[in-house]
């Protein structure tokens, strides 16, 4: 039996239920991050392609939850509800009116897992451009100012 006395109950009808870690849930979309076993950003969500580490994490936990930030186009959303749908992941579309959070996608369970690292890496550009090309560039440039004077 709980001890709620009325001015527990007045403080819950005024500003409603007591929620615990009410800033992480609005950055992890509902959830809590001890929860969350793989996260991408709105940026990664917007890329053209699915990210493998993604489709990947759907693969290994057939039994956690996707979230998708509701304030992203739907065309972006659409790839990752794909493949939930591929690989039997239930999914939610979580829109916050109030917070727009950075977090575009997350797969996550309704337990604590506490992966240490959930965040993946954004993608490195394809081609021949790497910082080396572009270290060799800017010193070709420099090269070329002093050797003109």
């Known amino acids: 039996m709980s001890n709620k006395n009325i001015d527990d109950y007045l403080q819950e009808g005024i500003y409603g239920q007591k929620e615990i870690k009410p800033e992480e849930r609005k950055k992890f979309l509902g959830t809590l991050r001890e929860r969350v076993v793989l ?3 709105q940026a990664q969500v917007m890329e053209k392609s699915i990210y493998p580490e993604a489709e990947q994490a759907m693969k290994d936990n057939p039994q956690a939850h996707m979230l998708i930030n509701g304030n992203l186009d739907f065309s972006h959303q659409s790839k990752y509800i794909q493949a939930a749908n591929k690989h039997g992941i239930k999914y939610t579309i979580v829109t916050n009116g109030d917070h727009n959070s950075e977090i575009g996608m997350l797969i996550a369970y309704d337990h604590a897992v ?18 080396k090309t572009a270290r060799k560039g800017l010193f070709q440039k420099i090269k070329n ?3 003109k004077s």
């Open 114 to 131: 506490d992966k240490p690292e959930i965040f993946v890496s954004k993608k490195e550009l394809a081609g021949t451009f790497s910082k």
């Open 145 to 147: 100012a002093f050797s």
């Open 39 to 41: 996260a991408l950003t």
